[in-house]
Every structure is written in C-alpha cells, then in structure tokens.
C-alpha cells in the first residue's frame, strides 16, 4: 500500500470537490491515513486501531516452540542432543531475523506491508507444520506393537517438510514481532498528551497480553500436544494467526502511517556512508592533504571523539576531490554511539545461552520425573515453563513498586540502579539458577542409581518434578532484571531513528545465545562421545547422561561472561547527560 505525502494544495482540492476540509488542529502532524490523506485525530489512531493490532502471535509462537524439543524426541525420532541442536538453532535464528525485518521496514517496505506479507508467511508455514504433524503421526500408527522404534520413524521427505514449515514460521515470526509493536505505538501521537500517556499503557498491555498468551499456551496447548493430537497442538496456533491476520486488517481503515513525504534519508544509508568515507580517507594523515570544516575541528577535540578515532576520518575531505561533502560531526557520532553497544551486546550473550535451555534440558529434565498432579492427570514437562511467565509477571510488579524505592532511597537515583546495574543482576541471577539446575539433576541421577534405573530410559525417576520450580522461578525474576534491563538500554542508547533497530538488536542477544548454546552441544557432544559410539554427556538415556556437567560448564562461562560485562559497564559513557554510568 503506497503512502503519499498530502500537500496544502491536495487538501483545498478536497474542499472544491465537496469534501469535508480537514482542519489543522484535528490532524495528527507527520501521519497519513490508509489512502495518504492527513490522518483526523477522531478518526484514526489510538485504542480504536491499538486493540486492532494487539492479537494472537505470542499463542503461535509459543505454541510452537516451547514444546519443540518435545515433538523433535518423540515423533521424529531424534536424539536428545540433536534436538537440543535443532531448537537452538531455530530459537537463534528466530530471534535474529528481525534485524533484518527492521532494516527492511525502516528503509523501504514499512511496517504494514511487513506485518501483512509476514503474516501470511507465518500462516502458510505453520499449515505445512500442521500437515507435516499428520503424516508422521500416520506413520507412526501404522507401526505394529513389536515393531522397532528405528523402523517407525518418519520418513525423510516427512522430516524435510516439517523443517521447511519450521522455519518458514520463524521467517514469519522475524518479520511481524520487531514490526506489529512499532506500529502499534505509531497509533499514539506522542506530541499529544493524552495519547503520550495512552501509549505508555500501550506497552503495558502489550505484554499482558504475551504474557497471558504464553500462560495459556503452556498450560492448554502443551497438554493437547502431549495428550491429545499434535494435528490438533500445531492446528490452533495456525488458526489463531488467522483470526490474527483478519483482525489487523479489518482495522486498517482506522491506522495512522508514517507521512513518507517527511521521511528523511535512511539511518543504514548514513553509517554505510560513515564507514565509506572513513576507508577513503583511511590514507590521509597530514593536515596538507585535507580540507576540515570549522565544525570537524572542534570535534577532532571532543572528549567521545577520541573513541574509534578512525571514524573521524569521515569528517574530513581531501583536497582537489570532486566531492566536497564530508559527514557531519552527528552522523559519524551516531555510529559510535553504536560501536559503544558492542561490547555489551557480546557480553550479555552469556545469558542468552542459558536462557535457551530452558526450551531444552530443562523440559528434558522434567520428562522422566513424577509429573502426577493427582491420579490419572499428568502435566507435560514444557508447561512448567509457566512458571517462569508467572514469576515475570509477579516480580515485575514488585520490582516497580518494592525495589525500585528502596533501592531510589539508597543510591538517590531516579530509577533505583541504572540500566547496565539491571542487566548485572539478572545475569548474576542467571548463574545461581544453572547452579541450582546442576545440583538437582545431581540428586535425580542419584535417585535412579538408588532405585536401579539408570538401563531404563522410559523410567519415571521417583522424584516430583515440583523440585524444578525453583530453578524455573528464579529464572523468570533473572529475566525481569536482564532481559526488560537489555530492552531499555538498547532502546534508550540507540540514536532516536535507529530505536526500531535497537528493540531488534537486544532480541538478537537471544538468537546469538541459542547459536552459542548449540555450538556448545556439538563440541560437547563430540568430546565426550564413548568409544562405541554411545553419547557422554547427552546420552539419549537421561539416566545415563551428565546435563549436570553442561550446567556447571555454563555457571563457568557465566561467571567469566559477568565479570566482562562488569569490566565493560564500568567503562561505559551514557549518550544522555546527567546519568550515571553502570
């Protein structure tokens, strides 16, 4: 859908053709409506378009993916470690292909058109899911009792489909997630009031509304999948992507878009620009050769300039070049300003590594212990992942009304500790959560000696899977702390046209995470693989198996990850004057 820029003269034409004039003070400055006419204040925007946009992707996505490992174990046949694998993999790239979906949005397509074509991606992948679910589920019935497990395995065009479906919904997924919430925000006009407030409380739903989507995905779409029919578990998220998608649309009528006759020149174009000027002039090193503006001058002696001083060089022009045009102190210190997120972008990873087990072994871990809630119903192992939703919900509420004074009262500042400090804690809350992870599956490995287990995969352990709610809880309250802290900062650090960008990047920490937790399983499994071919530490029979070591493996890496983080926030030089560094 094409947006136009609307000049004075367009909207006098109106007038002549009968049309109602569209008054100055009732139009919303710099938006348009669904045919490129200024967007009426009364008429577009705000709760009437917001609740338009707020619908279903959390359920599908979460629908899929926190019982994941669950179907790749069971119906497909994989081993434990090579499913662990598959879904880091898949988690990673999920969380990754927004990156791409924000440049797209923001430099050419716009979020719309970026919702609408990934929706329907999103639909079409998790149909082909769905189908891909019925056949291997009729392959498996075919099987006879005494039939071995090798010979029911799907076949291999079966496998091919459900991971081309797979995949096409986290196309899906990376195109709509970093898009819907922007656009939904855009239907606030922050210049006004009322709507600033609205759209604070915009955000609020929001993640109510994941929230409650995750909470009943956990508790009603696991239990179906294990229980039921998984046509039946990977069906309903199809259909509500659906209604989703017919929702959105509807509403499309009453959405404000971005006027594309007051959009400037793209972010990405001026650091790429940055960067080329900077290795075209990466040879000049006498003031004879160049030609500096007033304005690089004073800024070559700029206290933040002296970071990656060869971006400076973009500022300069040498002399007797067709182009003049050197980049202004503002563009070459927009793309510092993101250099300076680097370094803790690649330190936070550590937590997104164990973050990405709580898809995996964590539910692994759940399998094979007592998961009788009272005699004849059985909670699926992936629906204990609720708890962590509900531990965020909770903490969330304590943290912004408990800790946040306590700790103002103590250090004086504003929002209690800053952003970096957050992001810390959480992370450091993530390690004692792995500690504690280890520590059970100690005892659970114990039990099945104890009871002579360890030769019996399919053996439920005598140990209640309720002993994992901690682990689970705390992880949920480390998440509060790290992942919202991470959100804030990237968001808040980012240079103001780059903020769509920074929403995906700090995602991207749970992406790289997955990669790195997968990479990790490779090589560990590869090392510790026995001599006749069996796994070490992710032996397919749990019983058998060393999770226990990977967790105390990952405390390392975090504590390693956490006094790095720690080096590089204590260092780090907040773009907003007058807040404290980390």
């Not at 009943?216 to 998984?230: A, G, M, P």
């Not at 072994?361 to 212990?369: A, D, E, I, S």
């Not at 059970?440 to 009871?451: G, H, S, T, Y």
């Not at 890496?557 to 980390?582: E, H, M, P, T, W």
Request: glycine share 8%; net charge positive.
């Amino acid at each position: 859908m094409a947006i136009v820029h609307v000049s004075d003269d367009a909207i006098s034409r109106d007038s002549e053709l009968g049309t109602t004039p569209l008054l100055q003070h009732d139009t919303v400055n710099g938006a348009v409506d669904f045919k490129g006419r200024p967007a009426i204040r009364s008429q577009s925007g705000y709760w009437r378009s917001a609740c338009f946009i707020i619908v279903g992707e959390r359920i599908a996505f979460y629908g899929i993916g926190s019982n994941l490992i669950t179907f790749l174990t069971g119906p497909l046949q994989e081993s434990t470690a090579t499913a662990a694998k598959n879904v880091n993999i898949w988690q990673g790239t999920a969380s990754l292909l927004p990156l791409l979906a924000a440049f797209i949005a923001d430099s050419f397509l716009g979020r719309y058109l970026i919702i609408v074509g990934a929706s329907l991606v999103y639909i079409l992948g998790l149909g082909m899911l769905t189908l891909s679910a019925m056949l291997s589920s009729a392959t498996i019935s075919e099987c006879k009792p005494e039939t071995k497990l090798a010979s029911c395995s799907p076949k291999f065009h079966i496998t091919i489909l459900f991971f081309f479906s797979l995949y096409l919904v986290a196309i899906g997924q990376g195109g709509h997630k970093p898009c819907v919430q922007a656009f939904g925000a855009d239907q606030f006009d922050n210049h006004h009031p009322k709507e600033r407030n609205a759209r604070s409380s915009f955000f609020n739903w929001w993640y109510l509304t994941m929230a409650a989507g995750c909470l009943l995905t956990l508790s009603f779409l696991n239990y179906i999948q294990e229980n039921l029919s998984w046509v039946l578990g990977f069906g309903i998220p199809c259909l509500v992507m659906l209604v989703g998608l017919l929702v959105f649309l509807f509403g499309t009528k009453t959405y404000r878009f971005p006027n594309e006759g007051n959009k400037k020149k793209s972010p990405f174009v001026r650091i790429g620009r940055v960067f080329a000027k900077a290795i075209r002039n990466r040879r000049i090193n006498t003031l004879s050769d160049i030609a500096i503006k007033d304005e690089a001058c004073d800024m070559v002696t700029h206290q933040r300039s002296k970071q990656f001083k060869f971006l400076n060089k973009a500022l300069l022009t040498p002399k007797g070049s067709k182009d003049e045009e050197a980049c202004s102190v503002s563009e070459v210190e927009e793309v510092k300003a993101i250099f300076r997120l680097v370094p803790i972008w690649a330190t936070s990873l550590v937590f997104g590594i164990v973050y990405a087990q709580v898809r995996t072994f964590f539910t692994k871990q759940g399998v094979n212990m007592d998961r009788t809630v009272y005699p004849g119903f059985v909670i699926p192992a992936a629906s204990l992942q609720s708890l962590v939703t509900l531990a965020i919900v909770i903490f969330s509420f304590i943290y912004d009304r408990m800790f946040v004074p306590i700790a103002r009262a103590i250090t004086k500042k504003p929002s209690g500790i800053t952003m970096l400090q957050r992001i810390g804690t959480g992370i450091f809350l993530s390690i004692i959560t792995v500690v504690m992870a280890a520590l059970l599956e100690m005892k659970r490995l114990e039990i099945a000696i104890e009871f002579d287990l360890v030769d019996k995969p399919n053996a439920i352990v005598p140990m209640s899977v309720w002993w994992l709610i901690p682990q689970y809880f705390l992880f949920g309250v480390a998440e509060v702390f790290t992942m919202v802290g991470l959100q804030e900062f990237f968001y808040d650090q980012m240079p103001d046209e780059l903020r769509s960008m920074g929403l995906a990047l700090y995602l991207s920490v749970i992406g790289m995470g997955s990669f790195l937790s997968s990479f990790l399983v490779f090589v560990i499994e590869e090392i510790t693989r026995k001599e006749d071919g069996r796994s070490g530490w992710f032996n397919d029979n749990l019983n058998q198996a060393h999770i226990d070591y990977f967790y105390g493996l990952l405390a390392v890496l975090s504590v390693i990850g956490l006094i790095l983080f720690i080096f590089n926030a204590k260092s780090y030089i907040y773009i907003q004057k007058g807040i404290a560094r980390g």
